[in-house]
T-cell receptor
Framework: RKEVEQDPGPFNVPEGATVAFNCTYSNSASQSFFWYRQDCRKEPKLLMS???SGNEDGRFTAQLNRASQYISLLIRDSKLSDSATYLCVVNQDINDMRFGAGTRLTVKP | NAGVMQNPRHLVRRRGQEARLRCSPM?????VYWYRQLPEEGLKFMVY????????ESGMPKERFSAEFPKEGPSILRIQQVVRGDSAAYFC????????????FGPGTRLTVT
């Protein structure tokens, strides 16, 4: 099993739709979790950290499920500009962050 | 507040030449990470450095690749005797306190080996 696993997609959704991605991780001792977005041929940009209690930033909601070892990202009211690849990042150990391979999202008019 | 800077943005090398990629972390950040991304693939961790120390180089190929982060100046990723398979985007990231904290990425260096 991969340390950090994401559904590669692509997810093709219409504008205004709600879409959710999951990311599973293998190390139950992992403590830090993040979502990044990466546009084509650009650097990853931090979207949000994921806290144990869940957190929300505008249209974006991130949640952590420790029992099942996954994190999720929910995007409401999708915009065309949300089209990107979404990367989940999990720390395996104090010096070991692992990136998922990414989930590609395309929002269509 | 300047972000992470990388140069050059694009680098073309012939097989057998050396490639030197530079990364200046964000102000106040002393932790630097290098990643490689092949076309249509995910990010692969290469090395984690603090000033004058390599903390984790478990992702570095055993030969031809080296990295440093001197007391003064940028971090350098060096690839000796490049081969076509080294063609990729190389991203540098920095963080203020260590790998458990969020990392901020530079724009990357796209290396093309001809």
């Amino acid at each position: 099993r991969k340390e950090v696993e994401q559904d590669p997609g692509p997810f093709n959704v219409p504008e205004g739709a709600t879409v959710a991605f999951n990311c599973t991780y293998s190390n139950s001792a992992s403590q830090s979790f993040f979502w990044y977005r990466q546009d084509c041929r650009k650097e990853p940009k931090l979207l949000m950290s994921v806290y144990s209690s869940g957190n929300e930033d505008g249209r974006f909601t991130a949640q952590l499920n420790r029992a099942s070892q996954y994190i999720s990202l929910l995007i409401r009211d999708s915009k065309l500009s949300d089209s990107a690849t979404y990367l989940c990042v999990v720390n395996q150990d104090i010096n070991d962050m692992r990136f998922g391979a990414g989930t590609r999202l395309t929002v269509k008019p | 507040n300047a972000g992470v800077m990388q140069n050059p943005r694009h680098l073309v090398r012939r097989r057998g030449q050396e490639a030197r990629l530079r990364c200046s972390p964000m102000k106040g950040h002393s932790h630097v990470y290098w990643y490689r991304q092949l076309p249509e693939e995910g990010l692969k961790f290469m090395v984690y450095l603090q000033k004058e120390n390599i903390i984790d180089e478990s992702g570095m190929p055993k030969e031809r690749f080296s990295a440093e982060f001197p007391k003064e100046g940028p971090s350098i990723l060096r690839i000796q005797q490049v081969v076509r398979g080294d063609s990729a985007a190389y991203f540098c990231a920095s963080s203020p306190r260590g790998q458990s904290y969020e990392q901020y990425f530079g724009p990357g260096t796209r290396l093309t080996v001809t």
